[in-house]
């Protein structure tokens, strides 16, 4: 983990009926911590959990994964359809929670594809093209058209919502954003912001004064409290305006105008900071809608920039095909990266000669991953260096790669496939997941549950494993903190359904984060999970 940094300390203040892991295979328990213990090793997610759940990884945007991505280009496989038309592209993706699973929309279909072969395990028509996102529960959610989807893992259809205007031209383009309480955050060419609840009834809408574009999905505030979103168009309704929302009924808290024509999807660093692109710089607020810095005209195109936790701000630009890495706390740049031209560039404005018009991503040694026009995926360090290009057939345009939990690259082309990369064709480390309920309010003296924690050995031979869990509190210290060892054999899952919490009459209100920390025998940290609750006094 990456922010925050805390000294894990023991508290009584929970019923961790966790410990009954000694009698499910977990091992030994014992009350030492050797969990987090710096900012190297601690940050407290409050995605919907699993590897890349949601378009640039998290409810903060941030675009970059708790797993490292590829370190060459080798191809794992591709995949495409007759359907989908040369020229098009398959839509933002997402993973299952246990990674094997990835949903992505093409040809007004969504299809959920085996990430260990490319086979299709089930697929359901749609009323249009969209992005998908998955759940802390595992529901699958697929914008189509001017519809939203909700689908158990298997493909039963939930609910279905619809936008205010069923025009075929006011589709929803805002990727979804799930919320720690379950809400999903979409926004729509047709100007306005949706938060839809988890049973599929629309809890508030807002208006914003421009269409929401793609690429540009509500983005979250670490608490929960606020939602951002950019707004505009050139195709469109213009406007350039970044709104920050109250995310319990929809009202404005601030809104700041960075351009006349567009303004990107945020990004929310670990003090609250407020990324957004737009007018070509890159724009940083404080929460409460002061402007920090802008960085200097030509660094930025119109789509969300990426945050890696090295304190480096990813943006990429439409006009002239350049990546910039900036100083998160300043704007300055630090480096840039030139792509190539593209391969089938025209005339027309819609097919330019240079451009990086997709949103870049971070593996979690903070190696950066962007397409662009020049047809490529490129793979750089943090200091600009080049790793790996790998080529497709045309330009790779408005969609953004997914990191799964084995170091996979997903992304896709507009020659029409859908490609994976990885050098090892397979995992051997550990896979880990851990899901709770969408419902996170819970009050004192009332249970929260259950959590359901899964741990495979993606390897052929045994492994000895720890495992650290604990409760991060609203003070800011760590309670009730528990360690495990394990040892699986190959290809062994060790599962965890029934976990709860009881929480005391006499315990403090705000936010809590149930976490697992998953080290190897050394305690070196292969992956951490964490799920949040908020206790009521109510």
């Known amino acids: 983990m990456k922010y925050l940094n805390l000294t894990p300390v023991k508290l009584s203040l929970f019923l961790i009926i966790f410990l009954t892991f000694c009698g499910t295979g977990y091992g030994e328990i014992s009350s030492e911590s050797k969990g987090p213990t710096s900012a190297a090793s601690a940050e407290i997610k409050t995605s919907s959990g699993g590897a890349w759940p949601m378009f640039h990884h998290d409810a903060q945007h941030t675009g970059q994964s708790s797993y490292n991505g590829p370190q060459n280009n080798t191809l794992k496989w591709s995949y495409t359809r007759s359907d989908i038309n040369n020229g098009s592209s398959f839509e933002s993706a997402s993973l299952s929670l246990d990674g094997s699973t990835i949903y992505i929309v093409a040809a007004k279909t969504l299809l959920a594809l085996s990430t260990a072969s490319a086979q299709l ?53 805002g990727e979804p954003c799930i919320g720690s309480d379950g809400t999903i955050y979409i926004g729509s060419w047709d100007t306005y912001v949706y938060a839809v609840k988890p049973d599929g009834s629309l809890k ?87 402007q920090l810095w802008r960085s200097t005209m030509g660094t930025a195109g119109s789509l969300t920039p990426a945050l890696a936790s090295a304190g480096i701000i ?57 397409g662009a026009m020049d047809g490529k995926m490129h793979a750089l360090k943090s200091d600009g260096t080049l790793l790996w290009t790998y080529s497709t057939s045309l330009h790779i ?47 004192r003296g009332s249970t929260y549950g259950p ?3 899964n741990i495979t050995n993606n390897a052929s031979s045994s492994t000895s494993l720890n495992l650290w869990a604990g409760v991060y509190t609203p003070k800011g210290s760590w309670v009730d903190t528990v360690t495990a060892s394990l040892t699986l054999t190959a290809g062994q899952t060790q599962s965890k359904s029934d976990i709860m919490r009881f929480i005391p009459l006499n315990a403090d209100t705000g936010a809590y984060y149930f976490c697992e920390y998953l080290y190897d025998s050394s305690w070196k940290e292969i992956d951490d999970q964490c799920v949040s609750f908020t206790v009521s006094g109510q």
């Open 121 to 173: 395990t089930w697929s359901y028509s749609l009323g249009g093209g969209g992005a998908t996102a998955v759940g802390s529960d595992g529901t699958v959610y697929a914008v189509g058209g001017t519809w939203l989807y909700a689908f158990t893992s298997s493909g039963t259809l939930k609910w279905t919502f619809a936008v205010g205007s069923q025009d075929q031209n006011v589709n929803i383009h």
């Open 314 to 370: 990813y943006s990429g630009t439409s006009s002239d095909g350049k990546l910039y890495a900036l100083d998160a706390t300043n704007g300055q740049t630090k480096w840039s990266y030139q792509t190539g031209q593209n391969p089938a560039y025209t005339s027309d404005i819609h097919n330019p000669q240079y451009g990086v018009l997709t949103a870049p991503v971070i593996g979690a040694d903070n190696t950066v991953y962007v």
């Open 451 to 453: 959590m359901v924690s």
């Open 204 to 290: 508030w809408k807002y208006k914003t004064g421009g269409s929401i574009a793609p690429l540009a999905s509500p983005t979250l505030s670490a608490d929960g409290l606020t939602v951002y979103v950019g707004s505009g168009d050139a195709n469109d309704v213009t406007d350039g305006t970044v709104y920050a929302l109250n995310t319990s009924d929809g009202s404005l808290k601030w809104s700041k105008q960075i351009d006349s024509m567009r303004a990107s999807g945020a990004v929310v660093g670990p003090d609250g900071t407020v990324y957004v692109s737009g007018g070509t710089s890159v724009f940083a607020f404080s929460p409460n809608g002061t």
């Open 397 to 443: 345009a408005e969609n953004c790669p997914v990191i799964g939990p084995d170091g996979t690259l997903y992304f896709s082309s507009t020659d029409g496939y859908f490609y994976a990369v990885n050098p090892n064709s397979g995992t051997t480390s550990p896979s880990h997941t851990l899901t709770a309920p969408s419902g996170t309010t819970v009050y």
